[in-house]
């Protein structure tokens, strides 16, 4: 695997920003600032004034956020009418750019618009919505976490592969990414990460996997038979969400 280049924050690659990204007049800047002790992304206006996440009046348009970027650390969008986004934390790193298995399953399945977070260690996928989630679902498990409105997401531009922002169902991701978010015959745990316990060893989990009761479905697929998934992608997140459970 090549190891993506790492940026750091500040004026993003927009040659690698879809199109259909920046159209729309709802970008701010950000800097860093000090709350409670610890530093938070700040969003601001080109005019130098606080933007607000539910006032468009203090959004911009990509060129003028970019025209401001300079003393800023860089630029974001504002989600909500159907731009939503998942972020996944503390999941790259961002010396050599290497991703982990469970973060590349995620973004392989949503297949959306993805790029590196300002740290160098997380990834931020963007994607048009045709449904939203309802506001009592689940909007974090463990390192991954859903965003659909009133808030922004930094943009880097420095983007995974080729991925043009896709539109998918929110509320068909959210329940194959949280597999027990309003599932009744299962207790919600109170953090969930998709990345199995590092106290297990591989083969704990694996044997495990193949003796439980969908063993046989679970042992097809750990030895690369695919049949019945559309696609190769789907089929390893298959595989990613039983070795979690």
Not at 17 to 30: D, E, G, Q, Y
């Amino acid at each position: 695997m090549t190891p993506l280049d790492h940026r750091t924050a500040g004026t993003p690659d927009a040659s690698r920003i879809p199109a259909t990204l920046k159209v729309s007049p709802r970008f701010v800047l950000w800097k860093f600032e000090d709350r409670d002790g610890k530093p938070t992304k700040v969003p601001y206006q080109a005019n130098g004034r606080r933007a607000s996440s539910t006032d468009r009046t203090t959004w911009t348009t990509f060129e003028a956020a970019m025209a401001a970027a300079t003393g800023y650390e860089g630029i974001g969008i504002m989600l909500g009418d159907g731009l939503a986004g998942i972020d996944l934390d503390h999941c790259r790193d961002a010396a050599t750019g290497v991703i982990e298995e469970w973060a590349r399953a995620v973004i392989d399945h949503v297949d959306s618009y993805t790029e590196v977070s300002p740290s160098g260690e997380g990834i931020h996928i963007l994607v048009t919505a045709s449904d939203t989630l309802p506001e009592t679902a689940a909007k974090r498990r463990g390192t991954v976490e859903f965003y659909q409105r009133d808030r922004y997401l930094t943009v880097t531009g420095n983007a995974i592969g080729n991925r043009g922002l896709r539109n998918v169902s929110l509320a068909a991701t959210h329940a194959q990414l949280f597999p027990y978010a309003g599932n009744p015959t299962h207790d919600t745990p109170s953090t969930f990460d998709l990345r199995p316990s590092p106290s297990v060893g591989d083969d704990v989990v694996l044997a495990a996997a193949r003796r439980a009761a969908n063993g046989d479905a679970t042992s097809r697929l750990l030895d690369g038979d695919y049949a019945g998934y559309d696609s190769p992608s789907e089929a390893r997140f298959a595989l990613v969400n039983r070795l979690v459970f």
